[in-house]
């Protein structure tokens, strides 16, 4: 998340409690909130972007409505067994390609708008 400046500050959604290191402590902020909830908290701080990862914190900012566009690198390993990236959901959700970029290591990386009709 980036905030006014250039100083950039970043909130991990978690489940269970986990500790910061002193070096991260006043960049890293730790929160247990729903993404509504701190969505809603976020303009008030001034921050207008926010990086989502893993999987299931994606899903859940899918499911309430909350991700405007999706970025997308595959990584080129076939797995076995594993959890799906999205997990279940409710409805499809389509998506509106932007653009996809190579990127100097041989990754492609995809980026999509969430058509949220």
């Not at 701080?45 to 899903?59: A, D, F, S, W």
Request: some cysteine; charged content about 20%; aromatic content about 6%.
């Amino acid at each position: 998340m980036t905030k006014g400046r250039g100083k950039k500050e970043a909130i991990v959604i978690v489940s269970k409690n986990i500790e910061i290191s002193k070096v991260l402590k006043n960049t890293v902020k730790i929160s247990k909130e729903s993404p509504i909830f701190l969505i809603g908290k976020l303009p008030k701080r001034g921050i207008k972007n926010i990086y989502v990862c893993n999987g299931l914190t994606i899903q859940n900012f899918i499911l309430d409505g909350l991700l405007d566009e999706i970025t997308i690198t595959p990584v080129p390993i076939l797995l076995g067994n594993g959890i799906s990236l999205f997990g279940p959901l409710t409805k499809d959700v389509k998506l509106k390609h932007l653009k996809t970029t190579i990127l100097m290591s041989g990754y492609i990386q995809i980026k999509y708008i969430l058509n949220k009709n």
